[in-house]
């Protein structure tokens, strides 16, 4: 971890400890490649899932006890098959950039027309997305929402999904500290 990292984690980690309960970093590991590991600091009352589909990883803090107020935590450990590879990184002549699975992700997004207020940025490793959802089909559900994209190996993109009804300016900055303690 560079200093840069370091830094931006440590502030993230005194943001979030201004505003949300006891803190705890989460490591999160892709099965068969000890080398992947995904580390995130939330709430330690999130009780964390993992949940295998195929050759994918879904990991998520989505139960019956969680509540209004609670903010929604998933990542995706997505496994590229050879010929997405071959298509989406090789062709391109790229070996990792967290561009490739941002645009994957964003060209299969079906809440892509209901989005609002949308805003991005990146950093060498991880690319970020923030966005609202105000309606979905008239009713009104308020909702933010923040993820984070980023590649391990020529193979394997990540989604990270923050997202909060009934958000509020506090609930913001939360989610944003929460995606700033990202570290691979």
Request: charged share 25%.
């Amino acid at each position: 971890m560079n200093i840069r990292n370091l830094i931006l984690s440590a502030i993230a980690i005194l943001c979030l400890s201004a505003t949300l309960p006891t803190l705890k970093t989460i490591t999160l590991k892709f099965p068969k490649r000890k080398h992947i590991q995904l580390k995130i600091t939330g709430p330690e009352g999130w009780s964390i899932k993992a949940e295998k589909k195929g050759e994918d990883v879904y990991y998520s803090n989505l139960s019956d006890k969680l509540t209004e107020s609670d903010i929604m935590f998933s990542v995706l450990f997505f496994k590229l098959n050879a010929y997405e590879q071959k298509t989406m990184v090789d062709d391109l002549g790229l070996e990792s950039s967290p561009m490739l699975p941002a645009a994957y992700f964003l060209s299969n997004n079906p809440t892509a027309s209901i989005e609002t207020s949308k805003k991005s940025w990146d950093d060498s490793t991880f690319f970020y997305r923030d966005y609202n959802i105000e309606q979905v089909e008239g009713l009104s559900v308020h909702q933010k929402n923040m993820k984070a994209y980023c590649m391990y190996d020529k193979d394997l993109f990540v989604q990270i999904h923050l997202s909060k009804l009934k958000y509020t300016d506090s609930d913001s900055a939360d989610m944003r500290s929460i995606l700033n303690s990202l570290a691979k």
